[in-house]
């Protein structure tokens, strides 16, 4: 089993910043990878990042590049989302999840899920 719970969601005016927080718990999460997806209202969940506890992996969806970031404190067991220059099309329920770096490689959806933190931006 794998905990997470997320946290720095609120709401800011375009183009501030946020970072999300991802705290990590459970067996074996230095063999797992984390991975943050959104859900924007009445929209379907979307991938935004994924990094591996060892670093060998991260991954970003292509339309978020260069403006978010994912990292993570492997002492902290705690993977970090910093959000610049944020739109209001950004605004959605942010998740992190995790599951196997293999299940990460071959896209599957992970299998433990955080609660969500609501990031709201306005125009």
């Known amino acids: 089993q794998v905990q997470l719970v997320e946290s720095g969601g609120g709401l800011v005016q375009a183009g501030g910043s946020l970072r999300l927080s991802c705290v990590a718990s459970g067996r074996a999460i230095s063999s797992y990878a984390i991975s943050w997806f959104r859900q924007a209202p009445g929209k379907e969940r979307e991938f935004v990042a994924a990094?591996?506890?060892?670093?060998?992996?991260?991954y970003y969806a292509d339309s978020l590049k260069g403006r978010f970031t994912i990292s993570r404190d492997n002492a902290k067991s705690t993977v970090y989302l910093q959000m610049n220059s944020l739109k209001p099309e950004d605004t959605a329920v942010y998740y992190c999840a995790s599951d196997t770096v293999n299940k990460l490689r071959a896209g599957v959806k992970p299998g433990y899920w955080g609660q969500g933190t609501q990031v709201t931006v306005s125009s």
């Open positions: 990094t591996s506890w060892s670093g060998g992996i991260t």
